[in-house]
């Protein structure tokens, strides 16, 4: 079931990806694009999702290992830095909309909140997910290896990770190579 969900998370992706490389080539989109995203914090806020993935990995080992007080421990820092993402990408968004950029203003602005609020609510449910695998955890489920929840939880995180690795390359390395 979870390949199918993040299947068809998938092709969303593709096409919301597809629909900014294809509006990037309109005339005012570069510039917006490099006048107004700070690449350097980015990158800083984008490290730690990817770190996430990390963490996560090790819950799952954790767990496939009966190590029930750092499959918590995991979880909890991979929910902190899922957390820590979302406030710069709020951030982001509060100095854009300072700048008068919004999914309104311009091409730039549409696809690029589209895209990045589409990630951005991604990122948001897999907190909750993760925040409830977490709660039940505590509360003294998964206390066995045989759940299948937490490795699909995983699946979902480190596609969610792998996407924003794309989005980043394209909307904020990309526009500085060429």
């Known amino acids: 079931m979870i390949k199918l969900i993040v299947g068809t998370e998938a092709m969303f992706f593709l096409a919301l990806i597809?629909?900014?490389?294809?509006?990037?080539?309109?005339?005012?989109?570069?510039?917006?694009?490099?006048?107004?995203?700070?690449?350097?914090?980015?990158?800083?806020?984008?490290?730690?999702?990817?770190?996430?993935?990390?963490?996560?990995?090790?819950?799952?080992s954790n767990y496939q290992k009966g190590q029930i007080a750092?499959?918590?421990?995991?979880?909890?820092?991979?929910?902190?830095?899922?957390?820590?993402?979302?406030?710069?990408?709020?951030?982001?968004?509060?100095?854009?909309?300072?700048?008068?950029?919004?999914?309104?203003s311009s091409t730039f602005g549409t696809s690029f909140f589209t895209l990045t609020g589409f990630h951005?609510?991604?990122?948001?449910?897999g907190i909750i997910v993760i925040g409830i695998v977490t709660g039940l955890t505590f509360s003294g489920d998964y206390t066995n290896k045989k759940s299948s929840v937490i490795a699909a939880v995983g699946i979902y995180w480190h596609f969610v990770d792998i996407v924003w690795a794309v989005v980043f390359l394209i909307v904020y390395v990309l526009p500085h190579i060429s």
């Open 120 to 125: 951005g609510l991604h990122v948001f449910a």
């Open 70 to 104: 750092w499959l918590k421990f995991w979880l909890v820092l991979t929910i902190i830095l899922g957390c820590v993402f979302l406030f710069g990408q709020g951030r982001e968004y509060s100095s854009l909309l300072d700048s008068h950029v919004n999914v309104s």
């Open 18 to 60: 597809m629909a900014f490389v294809y509006f990037s080539f309109t005339p005012d989109f570069k510039s917006h694009q490099l006048l107004n995203l700070d690449l350097k914090t980015t990158g800083l806020f984008s490290l730690l999702l990817f770190s996430s993935s990390f963490t996560y990995w090790r819950a799952e």
